[in-house]
């Protein structure tokens, strides 16, 4: 329950920052994030697609892949919640639901989902993001870890 309380508190914020960048003219973009120096600028951007607007004029394909495999993730941390220990596994699971949620509360009542970011660095200052975003990369990333820390120590013994 702790986890999926900790998916929707990060949906949740995510949300709050759409909502803030949406109730502003997107003329005022972009603009630096105050206090980084320039190194975070702030976009007011709608992307109707997946990543980089691919397949954008498929929206029920859009909308429909990531609810399947939220769906089956939150499966997965439900049956885990089940389940003593794999903190681990239930923290990244959590990471990646609570950006998928964000995202999918977007594609299904905006349409878009509204990315706001850019950190001014090498190639990431063509792509724009949404916390949600990093929460999906990021949680992704980890599970990933974890998994290969498994595989590694099971090829040990």
Request: aromatic content about 14%; overall charge positive.
């Amino acid at each position: 329950m702790v986890y999926a309380a900790l998916a929707a508190a990060l949906a949740a914020g995510d949300l709050g920052l759409k909502w803030l960048i949406e109730k502003q003219d997107g003329k005022d973009f972009p603009k630096p994030l105050k206090h980084t120096k320039g190194k975070i600028m702030l976009y007011h951007n709608h992307n109707a697609g997946f990543p980089f607007g691919f397949l954008e004029k498929y929206g029920q394909l859009v909308r429909t892949v990531p609810l399947v495999v939220t769906s089956a993730l939150g499966g997965v941390l439900c049956y885990l919640s089940l389940q003593k220990g794999k903190t681990a596994q239930k923290l990244g699971l959590a990471l990646v639901i609570g950006g998928s949620l964000s995202n999918l509360y977007d594609r299904f009542v905006r349409r878009y989902v509204v990315d706001y970011f850019s950190f001014q660095f090498g190639f990431l200052k063509k792509v724009v993001f949404n916390l949600g975003d990093l929460f999906v990369f990021f949680g992704a990333g980890f599970l990933m870890s974890l998994q290969l820390v498994e595989e590694i120590r099971e090829k040990s013994r």
